[in-house]
């Protein structure tokens, strides 16, 4: 079995994992350095570092850094751990070295608008594959996004049909108006996708929030939503947004440090009642 293959295999899938790789042996081993264990979401495995108890821990380690996403380095001293003396190894001292394996980030932008093309290009250059979706042929072709995963060019319901964003997957709302955008984002919660942004004022977040309740979409939901999408740099133009989205983008990629401005207004009116008017700029709409 060629482990890399094995990765490459995964990643396509849109599955994640943690690969084990023996980086540093001082004495005997059952095993060799450079020896690679690949560990799936599922739990198994390809690939081995010598069995035993170490690949016991090892691979629960692998688990832990698939949650949490972050490298791990462990050292095993199979000379003085009683533990170790299974028969199956031979004595000394080896690193290893667990690093988890993510599928690409995949970016769903729902609208394919001037804002869109900007953030395209963006998002592109920070490492997001993208799929675009748009009920215009006119505005939805290869052409304007010549280097995206693939252009979607159909109504909104019938591209959500068939559409499945995991737990890798990234979407951002930026139809050109209110009904649009709330016939995306009422699918959007309720998919696995780990990031769902929308476009537009506070005002008229609040009103699509408290639309889709009443519809019996469950509040909790949109905890999770970016709304308005992207970090507060006063952001105006296309470009600027862009820019601003990408940047909050990177940062739940990278799990940054500190919260991150969304919804969270929500939490404390779980009825959907709108807070006091706040002094906010009117929607920057798709079509800007």
């Known amino acids: 079995m060629d482990i890399y293959e094995e990765i490459v295999k995964l990643r396509r899938e849109g599955r994640r994992g943690a690969l084990a790789t023996i980086v540093n042996v001082r004495g005997s081993i059952p095993s060799f350095e450079t020896a690679k264990m690949l560990v799936r979401d599922d739990g198994s ?3 081995t570092i010598g069995g035993g108890c170490v690949e016991a821990e090892v691979w629960q380690a692998a688990r832990e850094v698939m949650e949490t996403e972050k490298p791990r380095s462990l050292t095993f001293n199979l000379n003085q751990d009683p533990k170790y003396d299974t028969g199956l190894v031979c004595g000394g001292t ?3 070295f667990v690093e988890p394996v993510f599928p690409p980030a995949l970016l769903y932008i729902f609208g394919a ?3 869109s093309v900007s953030l395209y290009q963006a998002a592109r250059n920070a490492g997001f594959d993208l799929i675009v979706v748009d009920d215009r042929p006119a505005y939805a072709n290869p052409e304007r996004f010549p280097e995206a995963k693939e252009v979607i ?8 049909a068939r559409i499945t964003p995991n737990e890798s997957s990234y979407i951002v709302i930026v139809t050109r108006g209110h009904r649009d955008d709330m016939r995306v984002l009422r699918w959007a919660v309720q998919t696995q996708a780990r990031y769902i942004g929308m476009i537009g004022s506070k005002r008229k977040t ?3 929030f408290k639309e889709l309740t009443r519809e019996g979409i469950p509040a909790h939901l949109f905890e999770r939503v970016h709304a308005p999408v992207g970090l507060d740099i006063g952001a105006i133009t296309p470009e600027e947004i862009a820019v601003a989205i990408t940047a909050e983008l990177i940062a739940v990629r990278r799990h940054a440090e500190g919260s991150l401005p969304h919804m969270s207004w929500f939490k404390s009116h779980p009825e959907g009642a709108a807070p006091e008017p706040v002094a906010a700029r009117e929607d920057v709409e798709e079509e800007l």
């Open 94 to 96: 080896l690193d290893i």
């Open 206 to 208: 609040i009103a699509i």
């Open 113 to 115: 608008g001037h804002v």
């Open 153 to 160: 060019a159909e109504d909104f319901e019938q591209a959500m």
């Open 45 to 47: 495995i390809a690939g």
